[in-house]
């Protein structure tokens, strides 16, 4: 894999996106899923890894596995997770650097650590995602303030495609539709714990307003999508 030469800075918060290799899905399963959102938790971290903090052991006197956390040092962030969404055949990010290199650093072992696993399950060989991941430097306020939303928006494709075109004709069927879907930082910004370890919020929580704000400012969004802002800078 070719050395990636690019610069990122501490100041800026980053839109990173990464898709499958001829647009093929990267996630077959709930268990897929679930391996990609351990990852984006273990690998934010600057010390080296050595093992997987997390086990599976079978329960006494059953065949169930359980999920075991072993005991760890305190992470030093890479970075600052501030929303994911995972869809079928491509990965939103929106990242802040915390460490020299930290984006380089969890960039780099999140895409080749899931391509090792993915590719292990499913016994197939070559790459999987489509190239290096792009990552857009947000530099003004109307590409950032819709970006949370734009990211947490992005499942609405699964059962309502049209919604880039202004044409979603039921607020409340998508609203519940995201309320759904697991895959994403949605529900934790909306006090729902779903993964709430794997993102830092304070940042966009002073902006976007606790979990009420939040919900009341979305729909509003929602209401009256106006893509226009951050077209120039969408990475599909």
């Known amino acids: 894999m070719a050395s990636d030469k690019r610069t990122f800075s501490k100041n800026i918060i980053y839109h990173v996106l990464n898709r499958g290799v001829d647009k093929r899905r ?7 899923h679930l391996r990609f959102i351990h990852d984006l938790f273990e690998f934010n971290d600057a010390a080296q890894l050595t093992h ?22 305190p992470r ?8 994911f969404c995972l869809m079928p055949n491509h990965y939103h990010l929106l990242l802040r650097q915390k460490t020299e290199d930290g984006i380089i650093k969890f960039m780099r072992r999140l895409n080749m650590g899931y391509a090792k696993y993915f590719n ?7 790459s999987l995602f489509q190239g290096r991941y792009k990552a857009v430097p947000v530099t ?9 939303y734009y990211i947490h928006t992005n499942p609405l494709d699964l059962v309502a495609p049209d919604w880039r075109k202004q044409k979603l004709s039921n607020i409340n069927s998508a609203w519940k539709h995201l309320e759904n879907y697991r895959w994403s930082s949605h529900l934790d910004y909306l006090d729902i714990r779903n993964f709430p370890s794997v993102t830092q919020r304070e940042f966009l929580q002073e902006i976007l307003g606790e979990p009420k704000q939040y919900e009341k400012e ?14 120039e800078k969408l990475l599909e």
């Not at 990267?26 to 897929?32: C, G, P």
């Not at 003004?140 to 949370?148: C, G, K, S, V």
């Open 26 to 32: 990267i996630f077959l399963s709930e268990k897929d």
């Open 52 to 73: 997987t903090a997390y086990s599976f052991a079978k329960a006494s006197g059953t065949r169930k596995a359980i999920y075991i956390q072993k005991e760890r040092k």
């Open 76 to 83: 030093k962030l890479l970075v600052e997770i501030l929303a």
């Open 120 to 126: 292990e399950k499913y016994e197939r060989n070559g």
């Open 140 to 148: 003004t306020e109307a590409h950032f303030i819709h970006l949370p």
């Open 218 to 231: 979305f729909k509003k969004w929602l209401r009256d999508i106006s893509l226009e802002p951050i077209e």
